[in-house]
């Protein structure tokens, strides 16, 4: 005869931290801890992804949000880049000859906004300068002398015809851009009415001495175009000759200083050249310098040559660290932007705005990935800009005709950037499966454990790490049996009497949850209490269901007893999942049996209400049926199982062993205890199976059996293999500890049909057979009877068919005589 499994005593219950492992008074005795607790195995990882500098080995930090990932990685890059030296710094700058093309200069660490410095500081050069240089009086005269040589050359032209037309009696008269003529009598011009006076033989004379004039005119006059090319070409090199004697002081120092660098001192020479033609166009035209003003022209001068800075970096600032929380193609990338003048959108160099991309160049890039592939387009970009080694500014939607203003095509800066990807689990094998280019471009895997080990050093580095909260959080000193209730909490978290929750997240806010109570209570030091009392409260916050799902229960509205025995119904154990909040439910669970080849039903699967899982585990409860008990005769029975007054989806298949202990209950008619109530996933050999969230299911059935009074035989049955999993809360421990509520571990489905049944399960002797009056005797006679019954409907189903068959037999045999009979009369027809 077996022994009927003990309950688990209150030792068990719960892992308490040791006296030894905290030997501090307060957390102002120890220093805090700065970093990451735990984790060894990502700290190797993010160490072996920022050493290595080949191609492909970006970083993909893998883990839970909340267990310092984000945090982590920060401050270690971080660390890391401040020992390396600072990359160069990139600058956008004019290209004089093709303006929708703007090139990039590159610059040593703080370079770029020297350079800058300096071409504001020619900026203020040229604004004194000029146009100071074209009113000085040897500039003016010289050009005087010029203007007037021209001006002589068209006098002595035009006095020469107009002492022709004095001698032949035409007066001439000239204007600054024209010359007439018109008749001339006693050495006075004529009034029209007067010249209409004179004679036929006047007239005709007055216009054959203008023909002869004009064309004299135009003899003089045609080497006007000549003279006046030669002016301008003499003013242009006065005015060119100007620029240089006032520019070499201005730029000299700049040439001088960027001689040995190539593309800076061909950069100064266009602008050089450019200046040329600007200042000339813009300050020697009298009309557009007096149409700009001092502003202006400054402006004018900053559009065309001032560098627009991409990137810089401070001279000893170490390698970039850059965080993106918002990744766009435009915050990633960059842009050009447009602005309006006149209702047009125009554009230039200057509008260029750098991306996240520029200021990680050279250093890190961290980025969310789950934000990153809400974008398909951002996640192709960037992979083609870590191949290419490039960065391009474009419109995202160029390509699909979508942008049709005109704009730049920045010059392509080379790429130099380690990315690190943050992001759950399912992301990462989500881009392992779909995108091959994945594992060829993120090598490194960084994952973050969702728990750590219990031990006294990680329990003494855990009280340092709230220690480095507190201080910065600026909280107040928790004592020791505070720090001792925050680890007992994080291995609840972690549903692990040996570990504790990675997940520091929700520490850190039940610790803040402490500290305002203990404010609230005008105490000191935060305690053990003030964590209790911040759980309960939280709990209070959001139990508004469990309370409701318990008071039905407790008013009858929802079926479900704690005390008793009933056939074919026993109390199974759920949890429920509310937003950031789960809590156990208990459940009545039913069987029927009858005779019959339709097998085990499930209601809820029928229903399509019972998920995957949860099917399965039913389905398995046919095997184990048919292995244990059916091995001499077919199993033939009709079942159906359901979880009564449930009306959503069920998953998971913790349930398997209650329908099991339930189905057997209604097979054998034999009473189950209705004061236990039972989890536990089977196998097909009735081993039982460990199950999630063994610490809700068991407070959930407690909290229905305190509320209705516990009577001291109360309690629930769960795996063996989740003993190490039960951090249960201090009300149930003590109700163990005084013998009000019971916490059983079982390992096999017999060991909890003896618990509900209070009868041996029986054990088989070696021709397989199981003692009279035990549970698996009657379970397989009463499944030999319900075979048995099933041969007998077969047997009598057989006797029907025989006889119909016989009396088909006969009837044709009857009819095959009537032929014959009737076939000689057709014949005689």
């Known amino acids: 005869m077996s022994n009927m499994v003990t309950s688990l005593p209150y030792q068990a219950l719960s892992a308490k931290v040791p006296a030894d492992h905290l030997t501090f008074k307060t957390l102002n005795d120890i220093e805090p801890l700065s970093g990451i607790l735990g984790q060894e195995r990502a700290v190797e990882a993010i160490q072996f992804g920022v050493a290595m500098q080949r191609p492909g080995y970006n970083i993909f930090a893998m883990g839970d949000s909340g267990t310092g990932r984000s945090s982590y990685v920060l401050s270690y890059l971080k660390s890391e880049a401040k020992r390396r030296t600072a990359p160069n710094e990139w600058a956008y700058i004019n290209n004089f000859t093709e303006s929708h093309r703007p090139k990039a200069l590159e610059f040593s660490p703080g370079q770029a906004s020297e350079f800058e410095k300096e071409i504001r500081a020619l900026i203020d050069g040229l604004m004194v300068t000029f146009p100071a240089a074209f009113e000085n009086p040897t500039y003016q005269q010289q050009k005087s002398v010029i203007d007037r040589a021209f001006n002589d050359q068209y006098e002595a032209a035009i006095n020469k015809v107009e002492r022709v037309s004095g001698k032949i009696g035409v007066a001439m008269f000239r204007d600054a851009s024209s ?159 447009h602005s309006s003048d006149q209702g047009m959108l125009v554009t230039s160099y200057r509008l260029i705005r ?78 392992q499966d779909a995108d091959p280019d994945f594992q060829e471009m993120f090598r490194v895997l960084v994952d973050f454990d969702d728990t750590l080990k219990r031990s006294k050093d990680s329990e003494l580095s855990f009280a340092r790490l709230m220690k480095d909260r507190v201080d910065k959080e600026e909280y107040a000193n928790v004592t020791r049996d505070g720090v001792a209730a925050l680890i007992e909490y994080s291995s609840r978290l972690a549903e692990h009497q040996r570990e504790m929750a990675a997940k520091i997240g929700d520490v850190f806010e039940l610790l803040g949850e402490a500290d305002f109570v203990r404010q ?34 407790i ?190 571990a079982i390992s096999t489905a017999d060991e909890a049909l003896h618990l509900l049944t209070g009868i041996e399960p029986g054990i088989a002797d070696e021709e397989g057979e199981y003692p009279e009056g035990s549970v698996s005797a009657r379970v397989i006679e009463r499944l030999e009877e319900i075979s048995k019954l099933g041969e007998e409907e077969e047997d009598e189903d057989e006797d029907d068919d025989s006889e119909e068959e016989s009396n088909e037999s006969s009837k044709k045999d009857k009819d095959k005589k009537s032929e014959k009979v009737k076939k000689p009369e057709k014949d005689k027809k």
């Not at 995202?396 to 920045?410: E, I, R």
């Open 179 to 337: 010359v007439s003529f018109a008749p001339m009598k006693d050495g006075k011009a004529l009034e029209e009415n007067e010249f209409a006076a004179l004679t036929d033989d006047e007239r005709d004379a007055f216009q054959e001495g203008v023909s002869t004039l004009e064309g004299l005119l135009n003899e003089e006059l045609l080497g006007l175009p000549q003279w006046k090319r030669a002016t301008y070409e003499q003013i242009r090199q006065l005015n060119l000759d100007t620029v240089k004697e006032a520019l070499d002081p201005l730029m000299s120092g700049l040439f001088e200083k960027y001689k040995d660098d190539a593309d800076i001192s061909a950069h100064l020479k266009a602008l050089r050249d450019d200046l040329d033609k600007t200042i000339i166009d813009q300050m020697a035209d009298d009309k557009a310098s007096e149409n700009r003003d001092e502003i202006g022209r400054r402006q004018f001068y900053e559009e065309l040559y001032l560098p627009n800075i991409a990137i810089t970096h401070e001279t000893n600032g170490g390698q970039p660290v850059v965080y993106e929380p918002h990744p766009t193609y435009r915050n990633l990338f960059g842009q050009v932007e």
């Open 520 to 553: 609230m209570a005008k105490d000191s030091e935060i305690t053990a209490d003030h964590i209790s009392r911040a759980l309960k409260a939280k709990k209070h916050r959001t139990g508004r269901v469990s309370e409701k799902i318990i008071e039905e229960i």
């Open 555 to 744: 008013e009858g509205t929802v079926l479900l007893e704690s005390d008793g025995y009933a056939v074919g119904k026993i109390n199974g154990l759920t949890v429920m999942q509310i937003g950031d909040s789960s809590f156990g439910a208990p459940a009545r669970i039913s069987t029927t049996v009858y005779p019959g080849g339709k097998g085990i039903i499930d209601i809820e699967r029928e229903s399509n209400l019972g998920q995957n899982i949860h099917s399965k585990g039913v389905l398995i409860l046919s095997g184990y049926l048919g292995n244990k008990y059916a091995q001499r005769f077919p199993l033939d029975i009709s079942a159906s199982i359901a979880m009564e007054q449930s009306y959503g989806y069920i998953d998971g298949d913790s349930a398997s062993t209650a329908e099991l202990c339930c189905l057997l209950s209604a097979l054998i008619q034999v009473p189950l205890r209705q004061d236990l109530a039972i989890t536990g996933s089977l196998n097909q050999y009735g081993e039982i199976q460990a199950i999630g969230g063994v610490n809700e299911k068991i407070e959930g059935f407690f909290n229905v059996c305190n509320a209705r009074g516990l009577t001291g035989t109360q309690g629930v049955i769960i795996p063996k293999s989740n003993a190490v999993n039960l951090m249960l809360s201090d009300e149930i421990v003590d109700a163990v500890q005084a013998g009000m509520f019971h916490v059983y």
């Open 354 to 431: 750098s991306g996240s991309l520029h200021a990680a160049n050279g250093g890190y890039l961290i980025l969310d990935a789950e934000k990153l592939l809400t974008d398909h387009y951002l996640w192709e970009a960037l992979k083609r800009a870590l191949k290419s080694k490039t960065i391009k500014i474009e419109h995202p939607y160029a390509d699909m005709g979508l942008m049709n203003t005109t704009t730049l095509s920045p010059q392509d800066l080379p790429l130099q950037v380690k990315v690190v990807l943050i992001g759950a689990r399912d992301i990462y094998y989500l881009l």
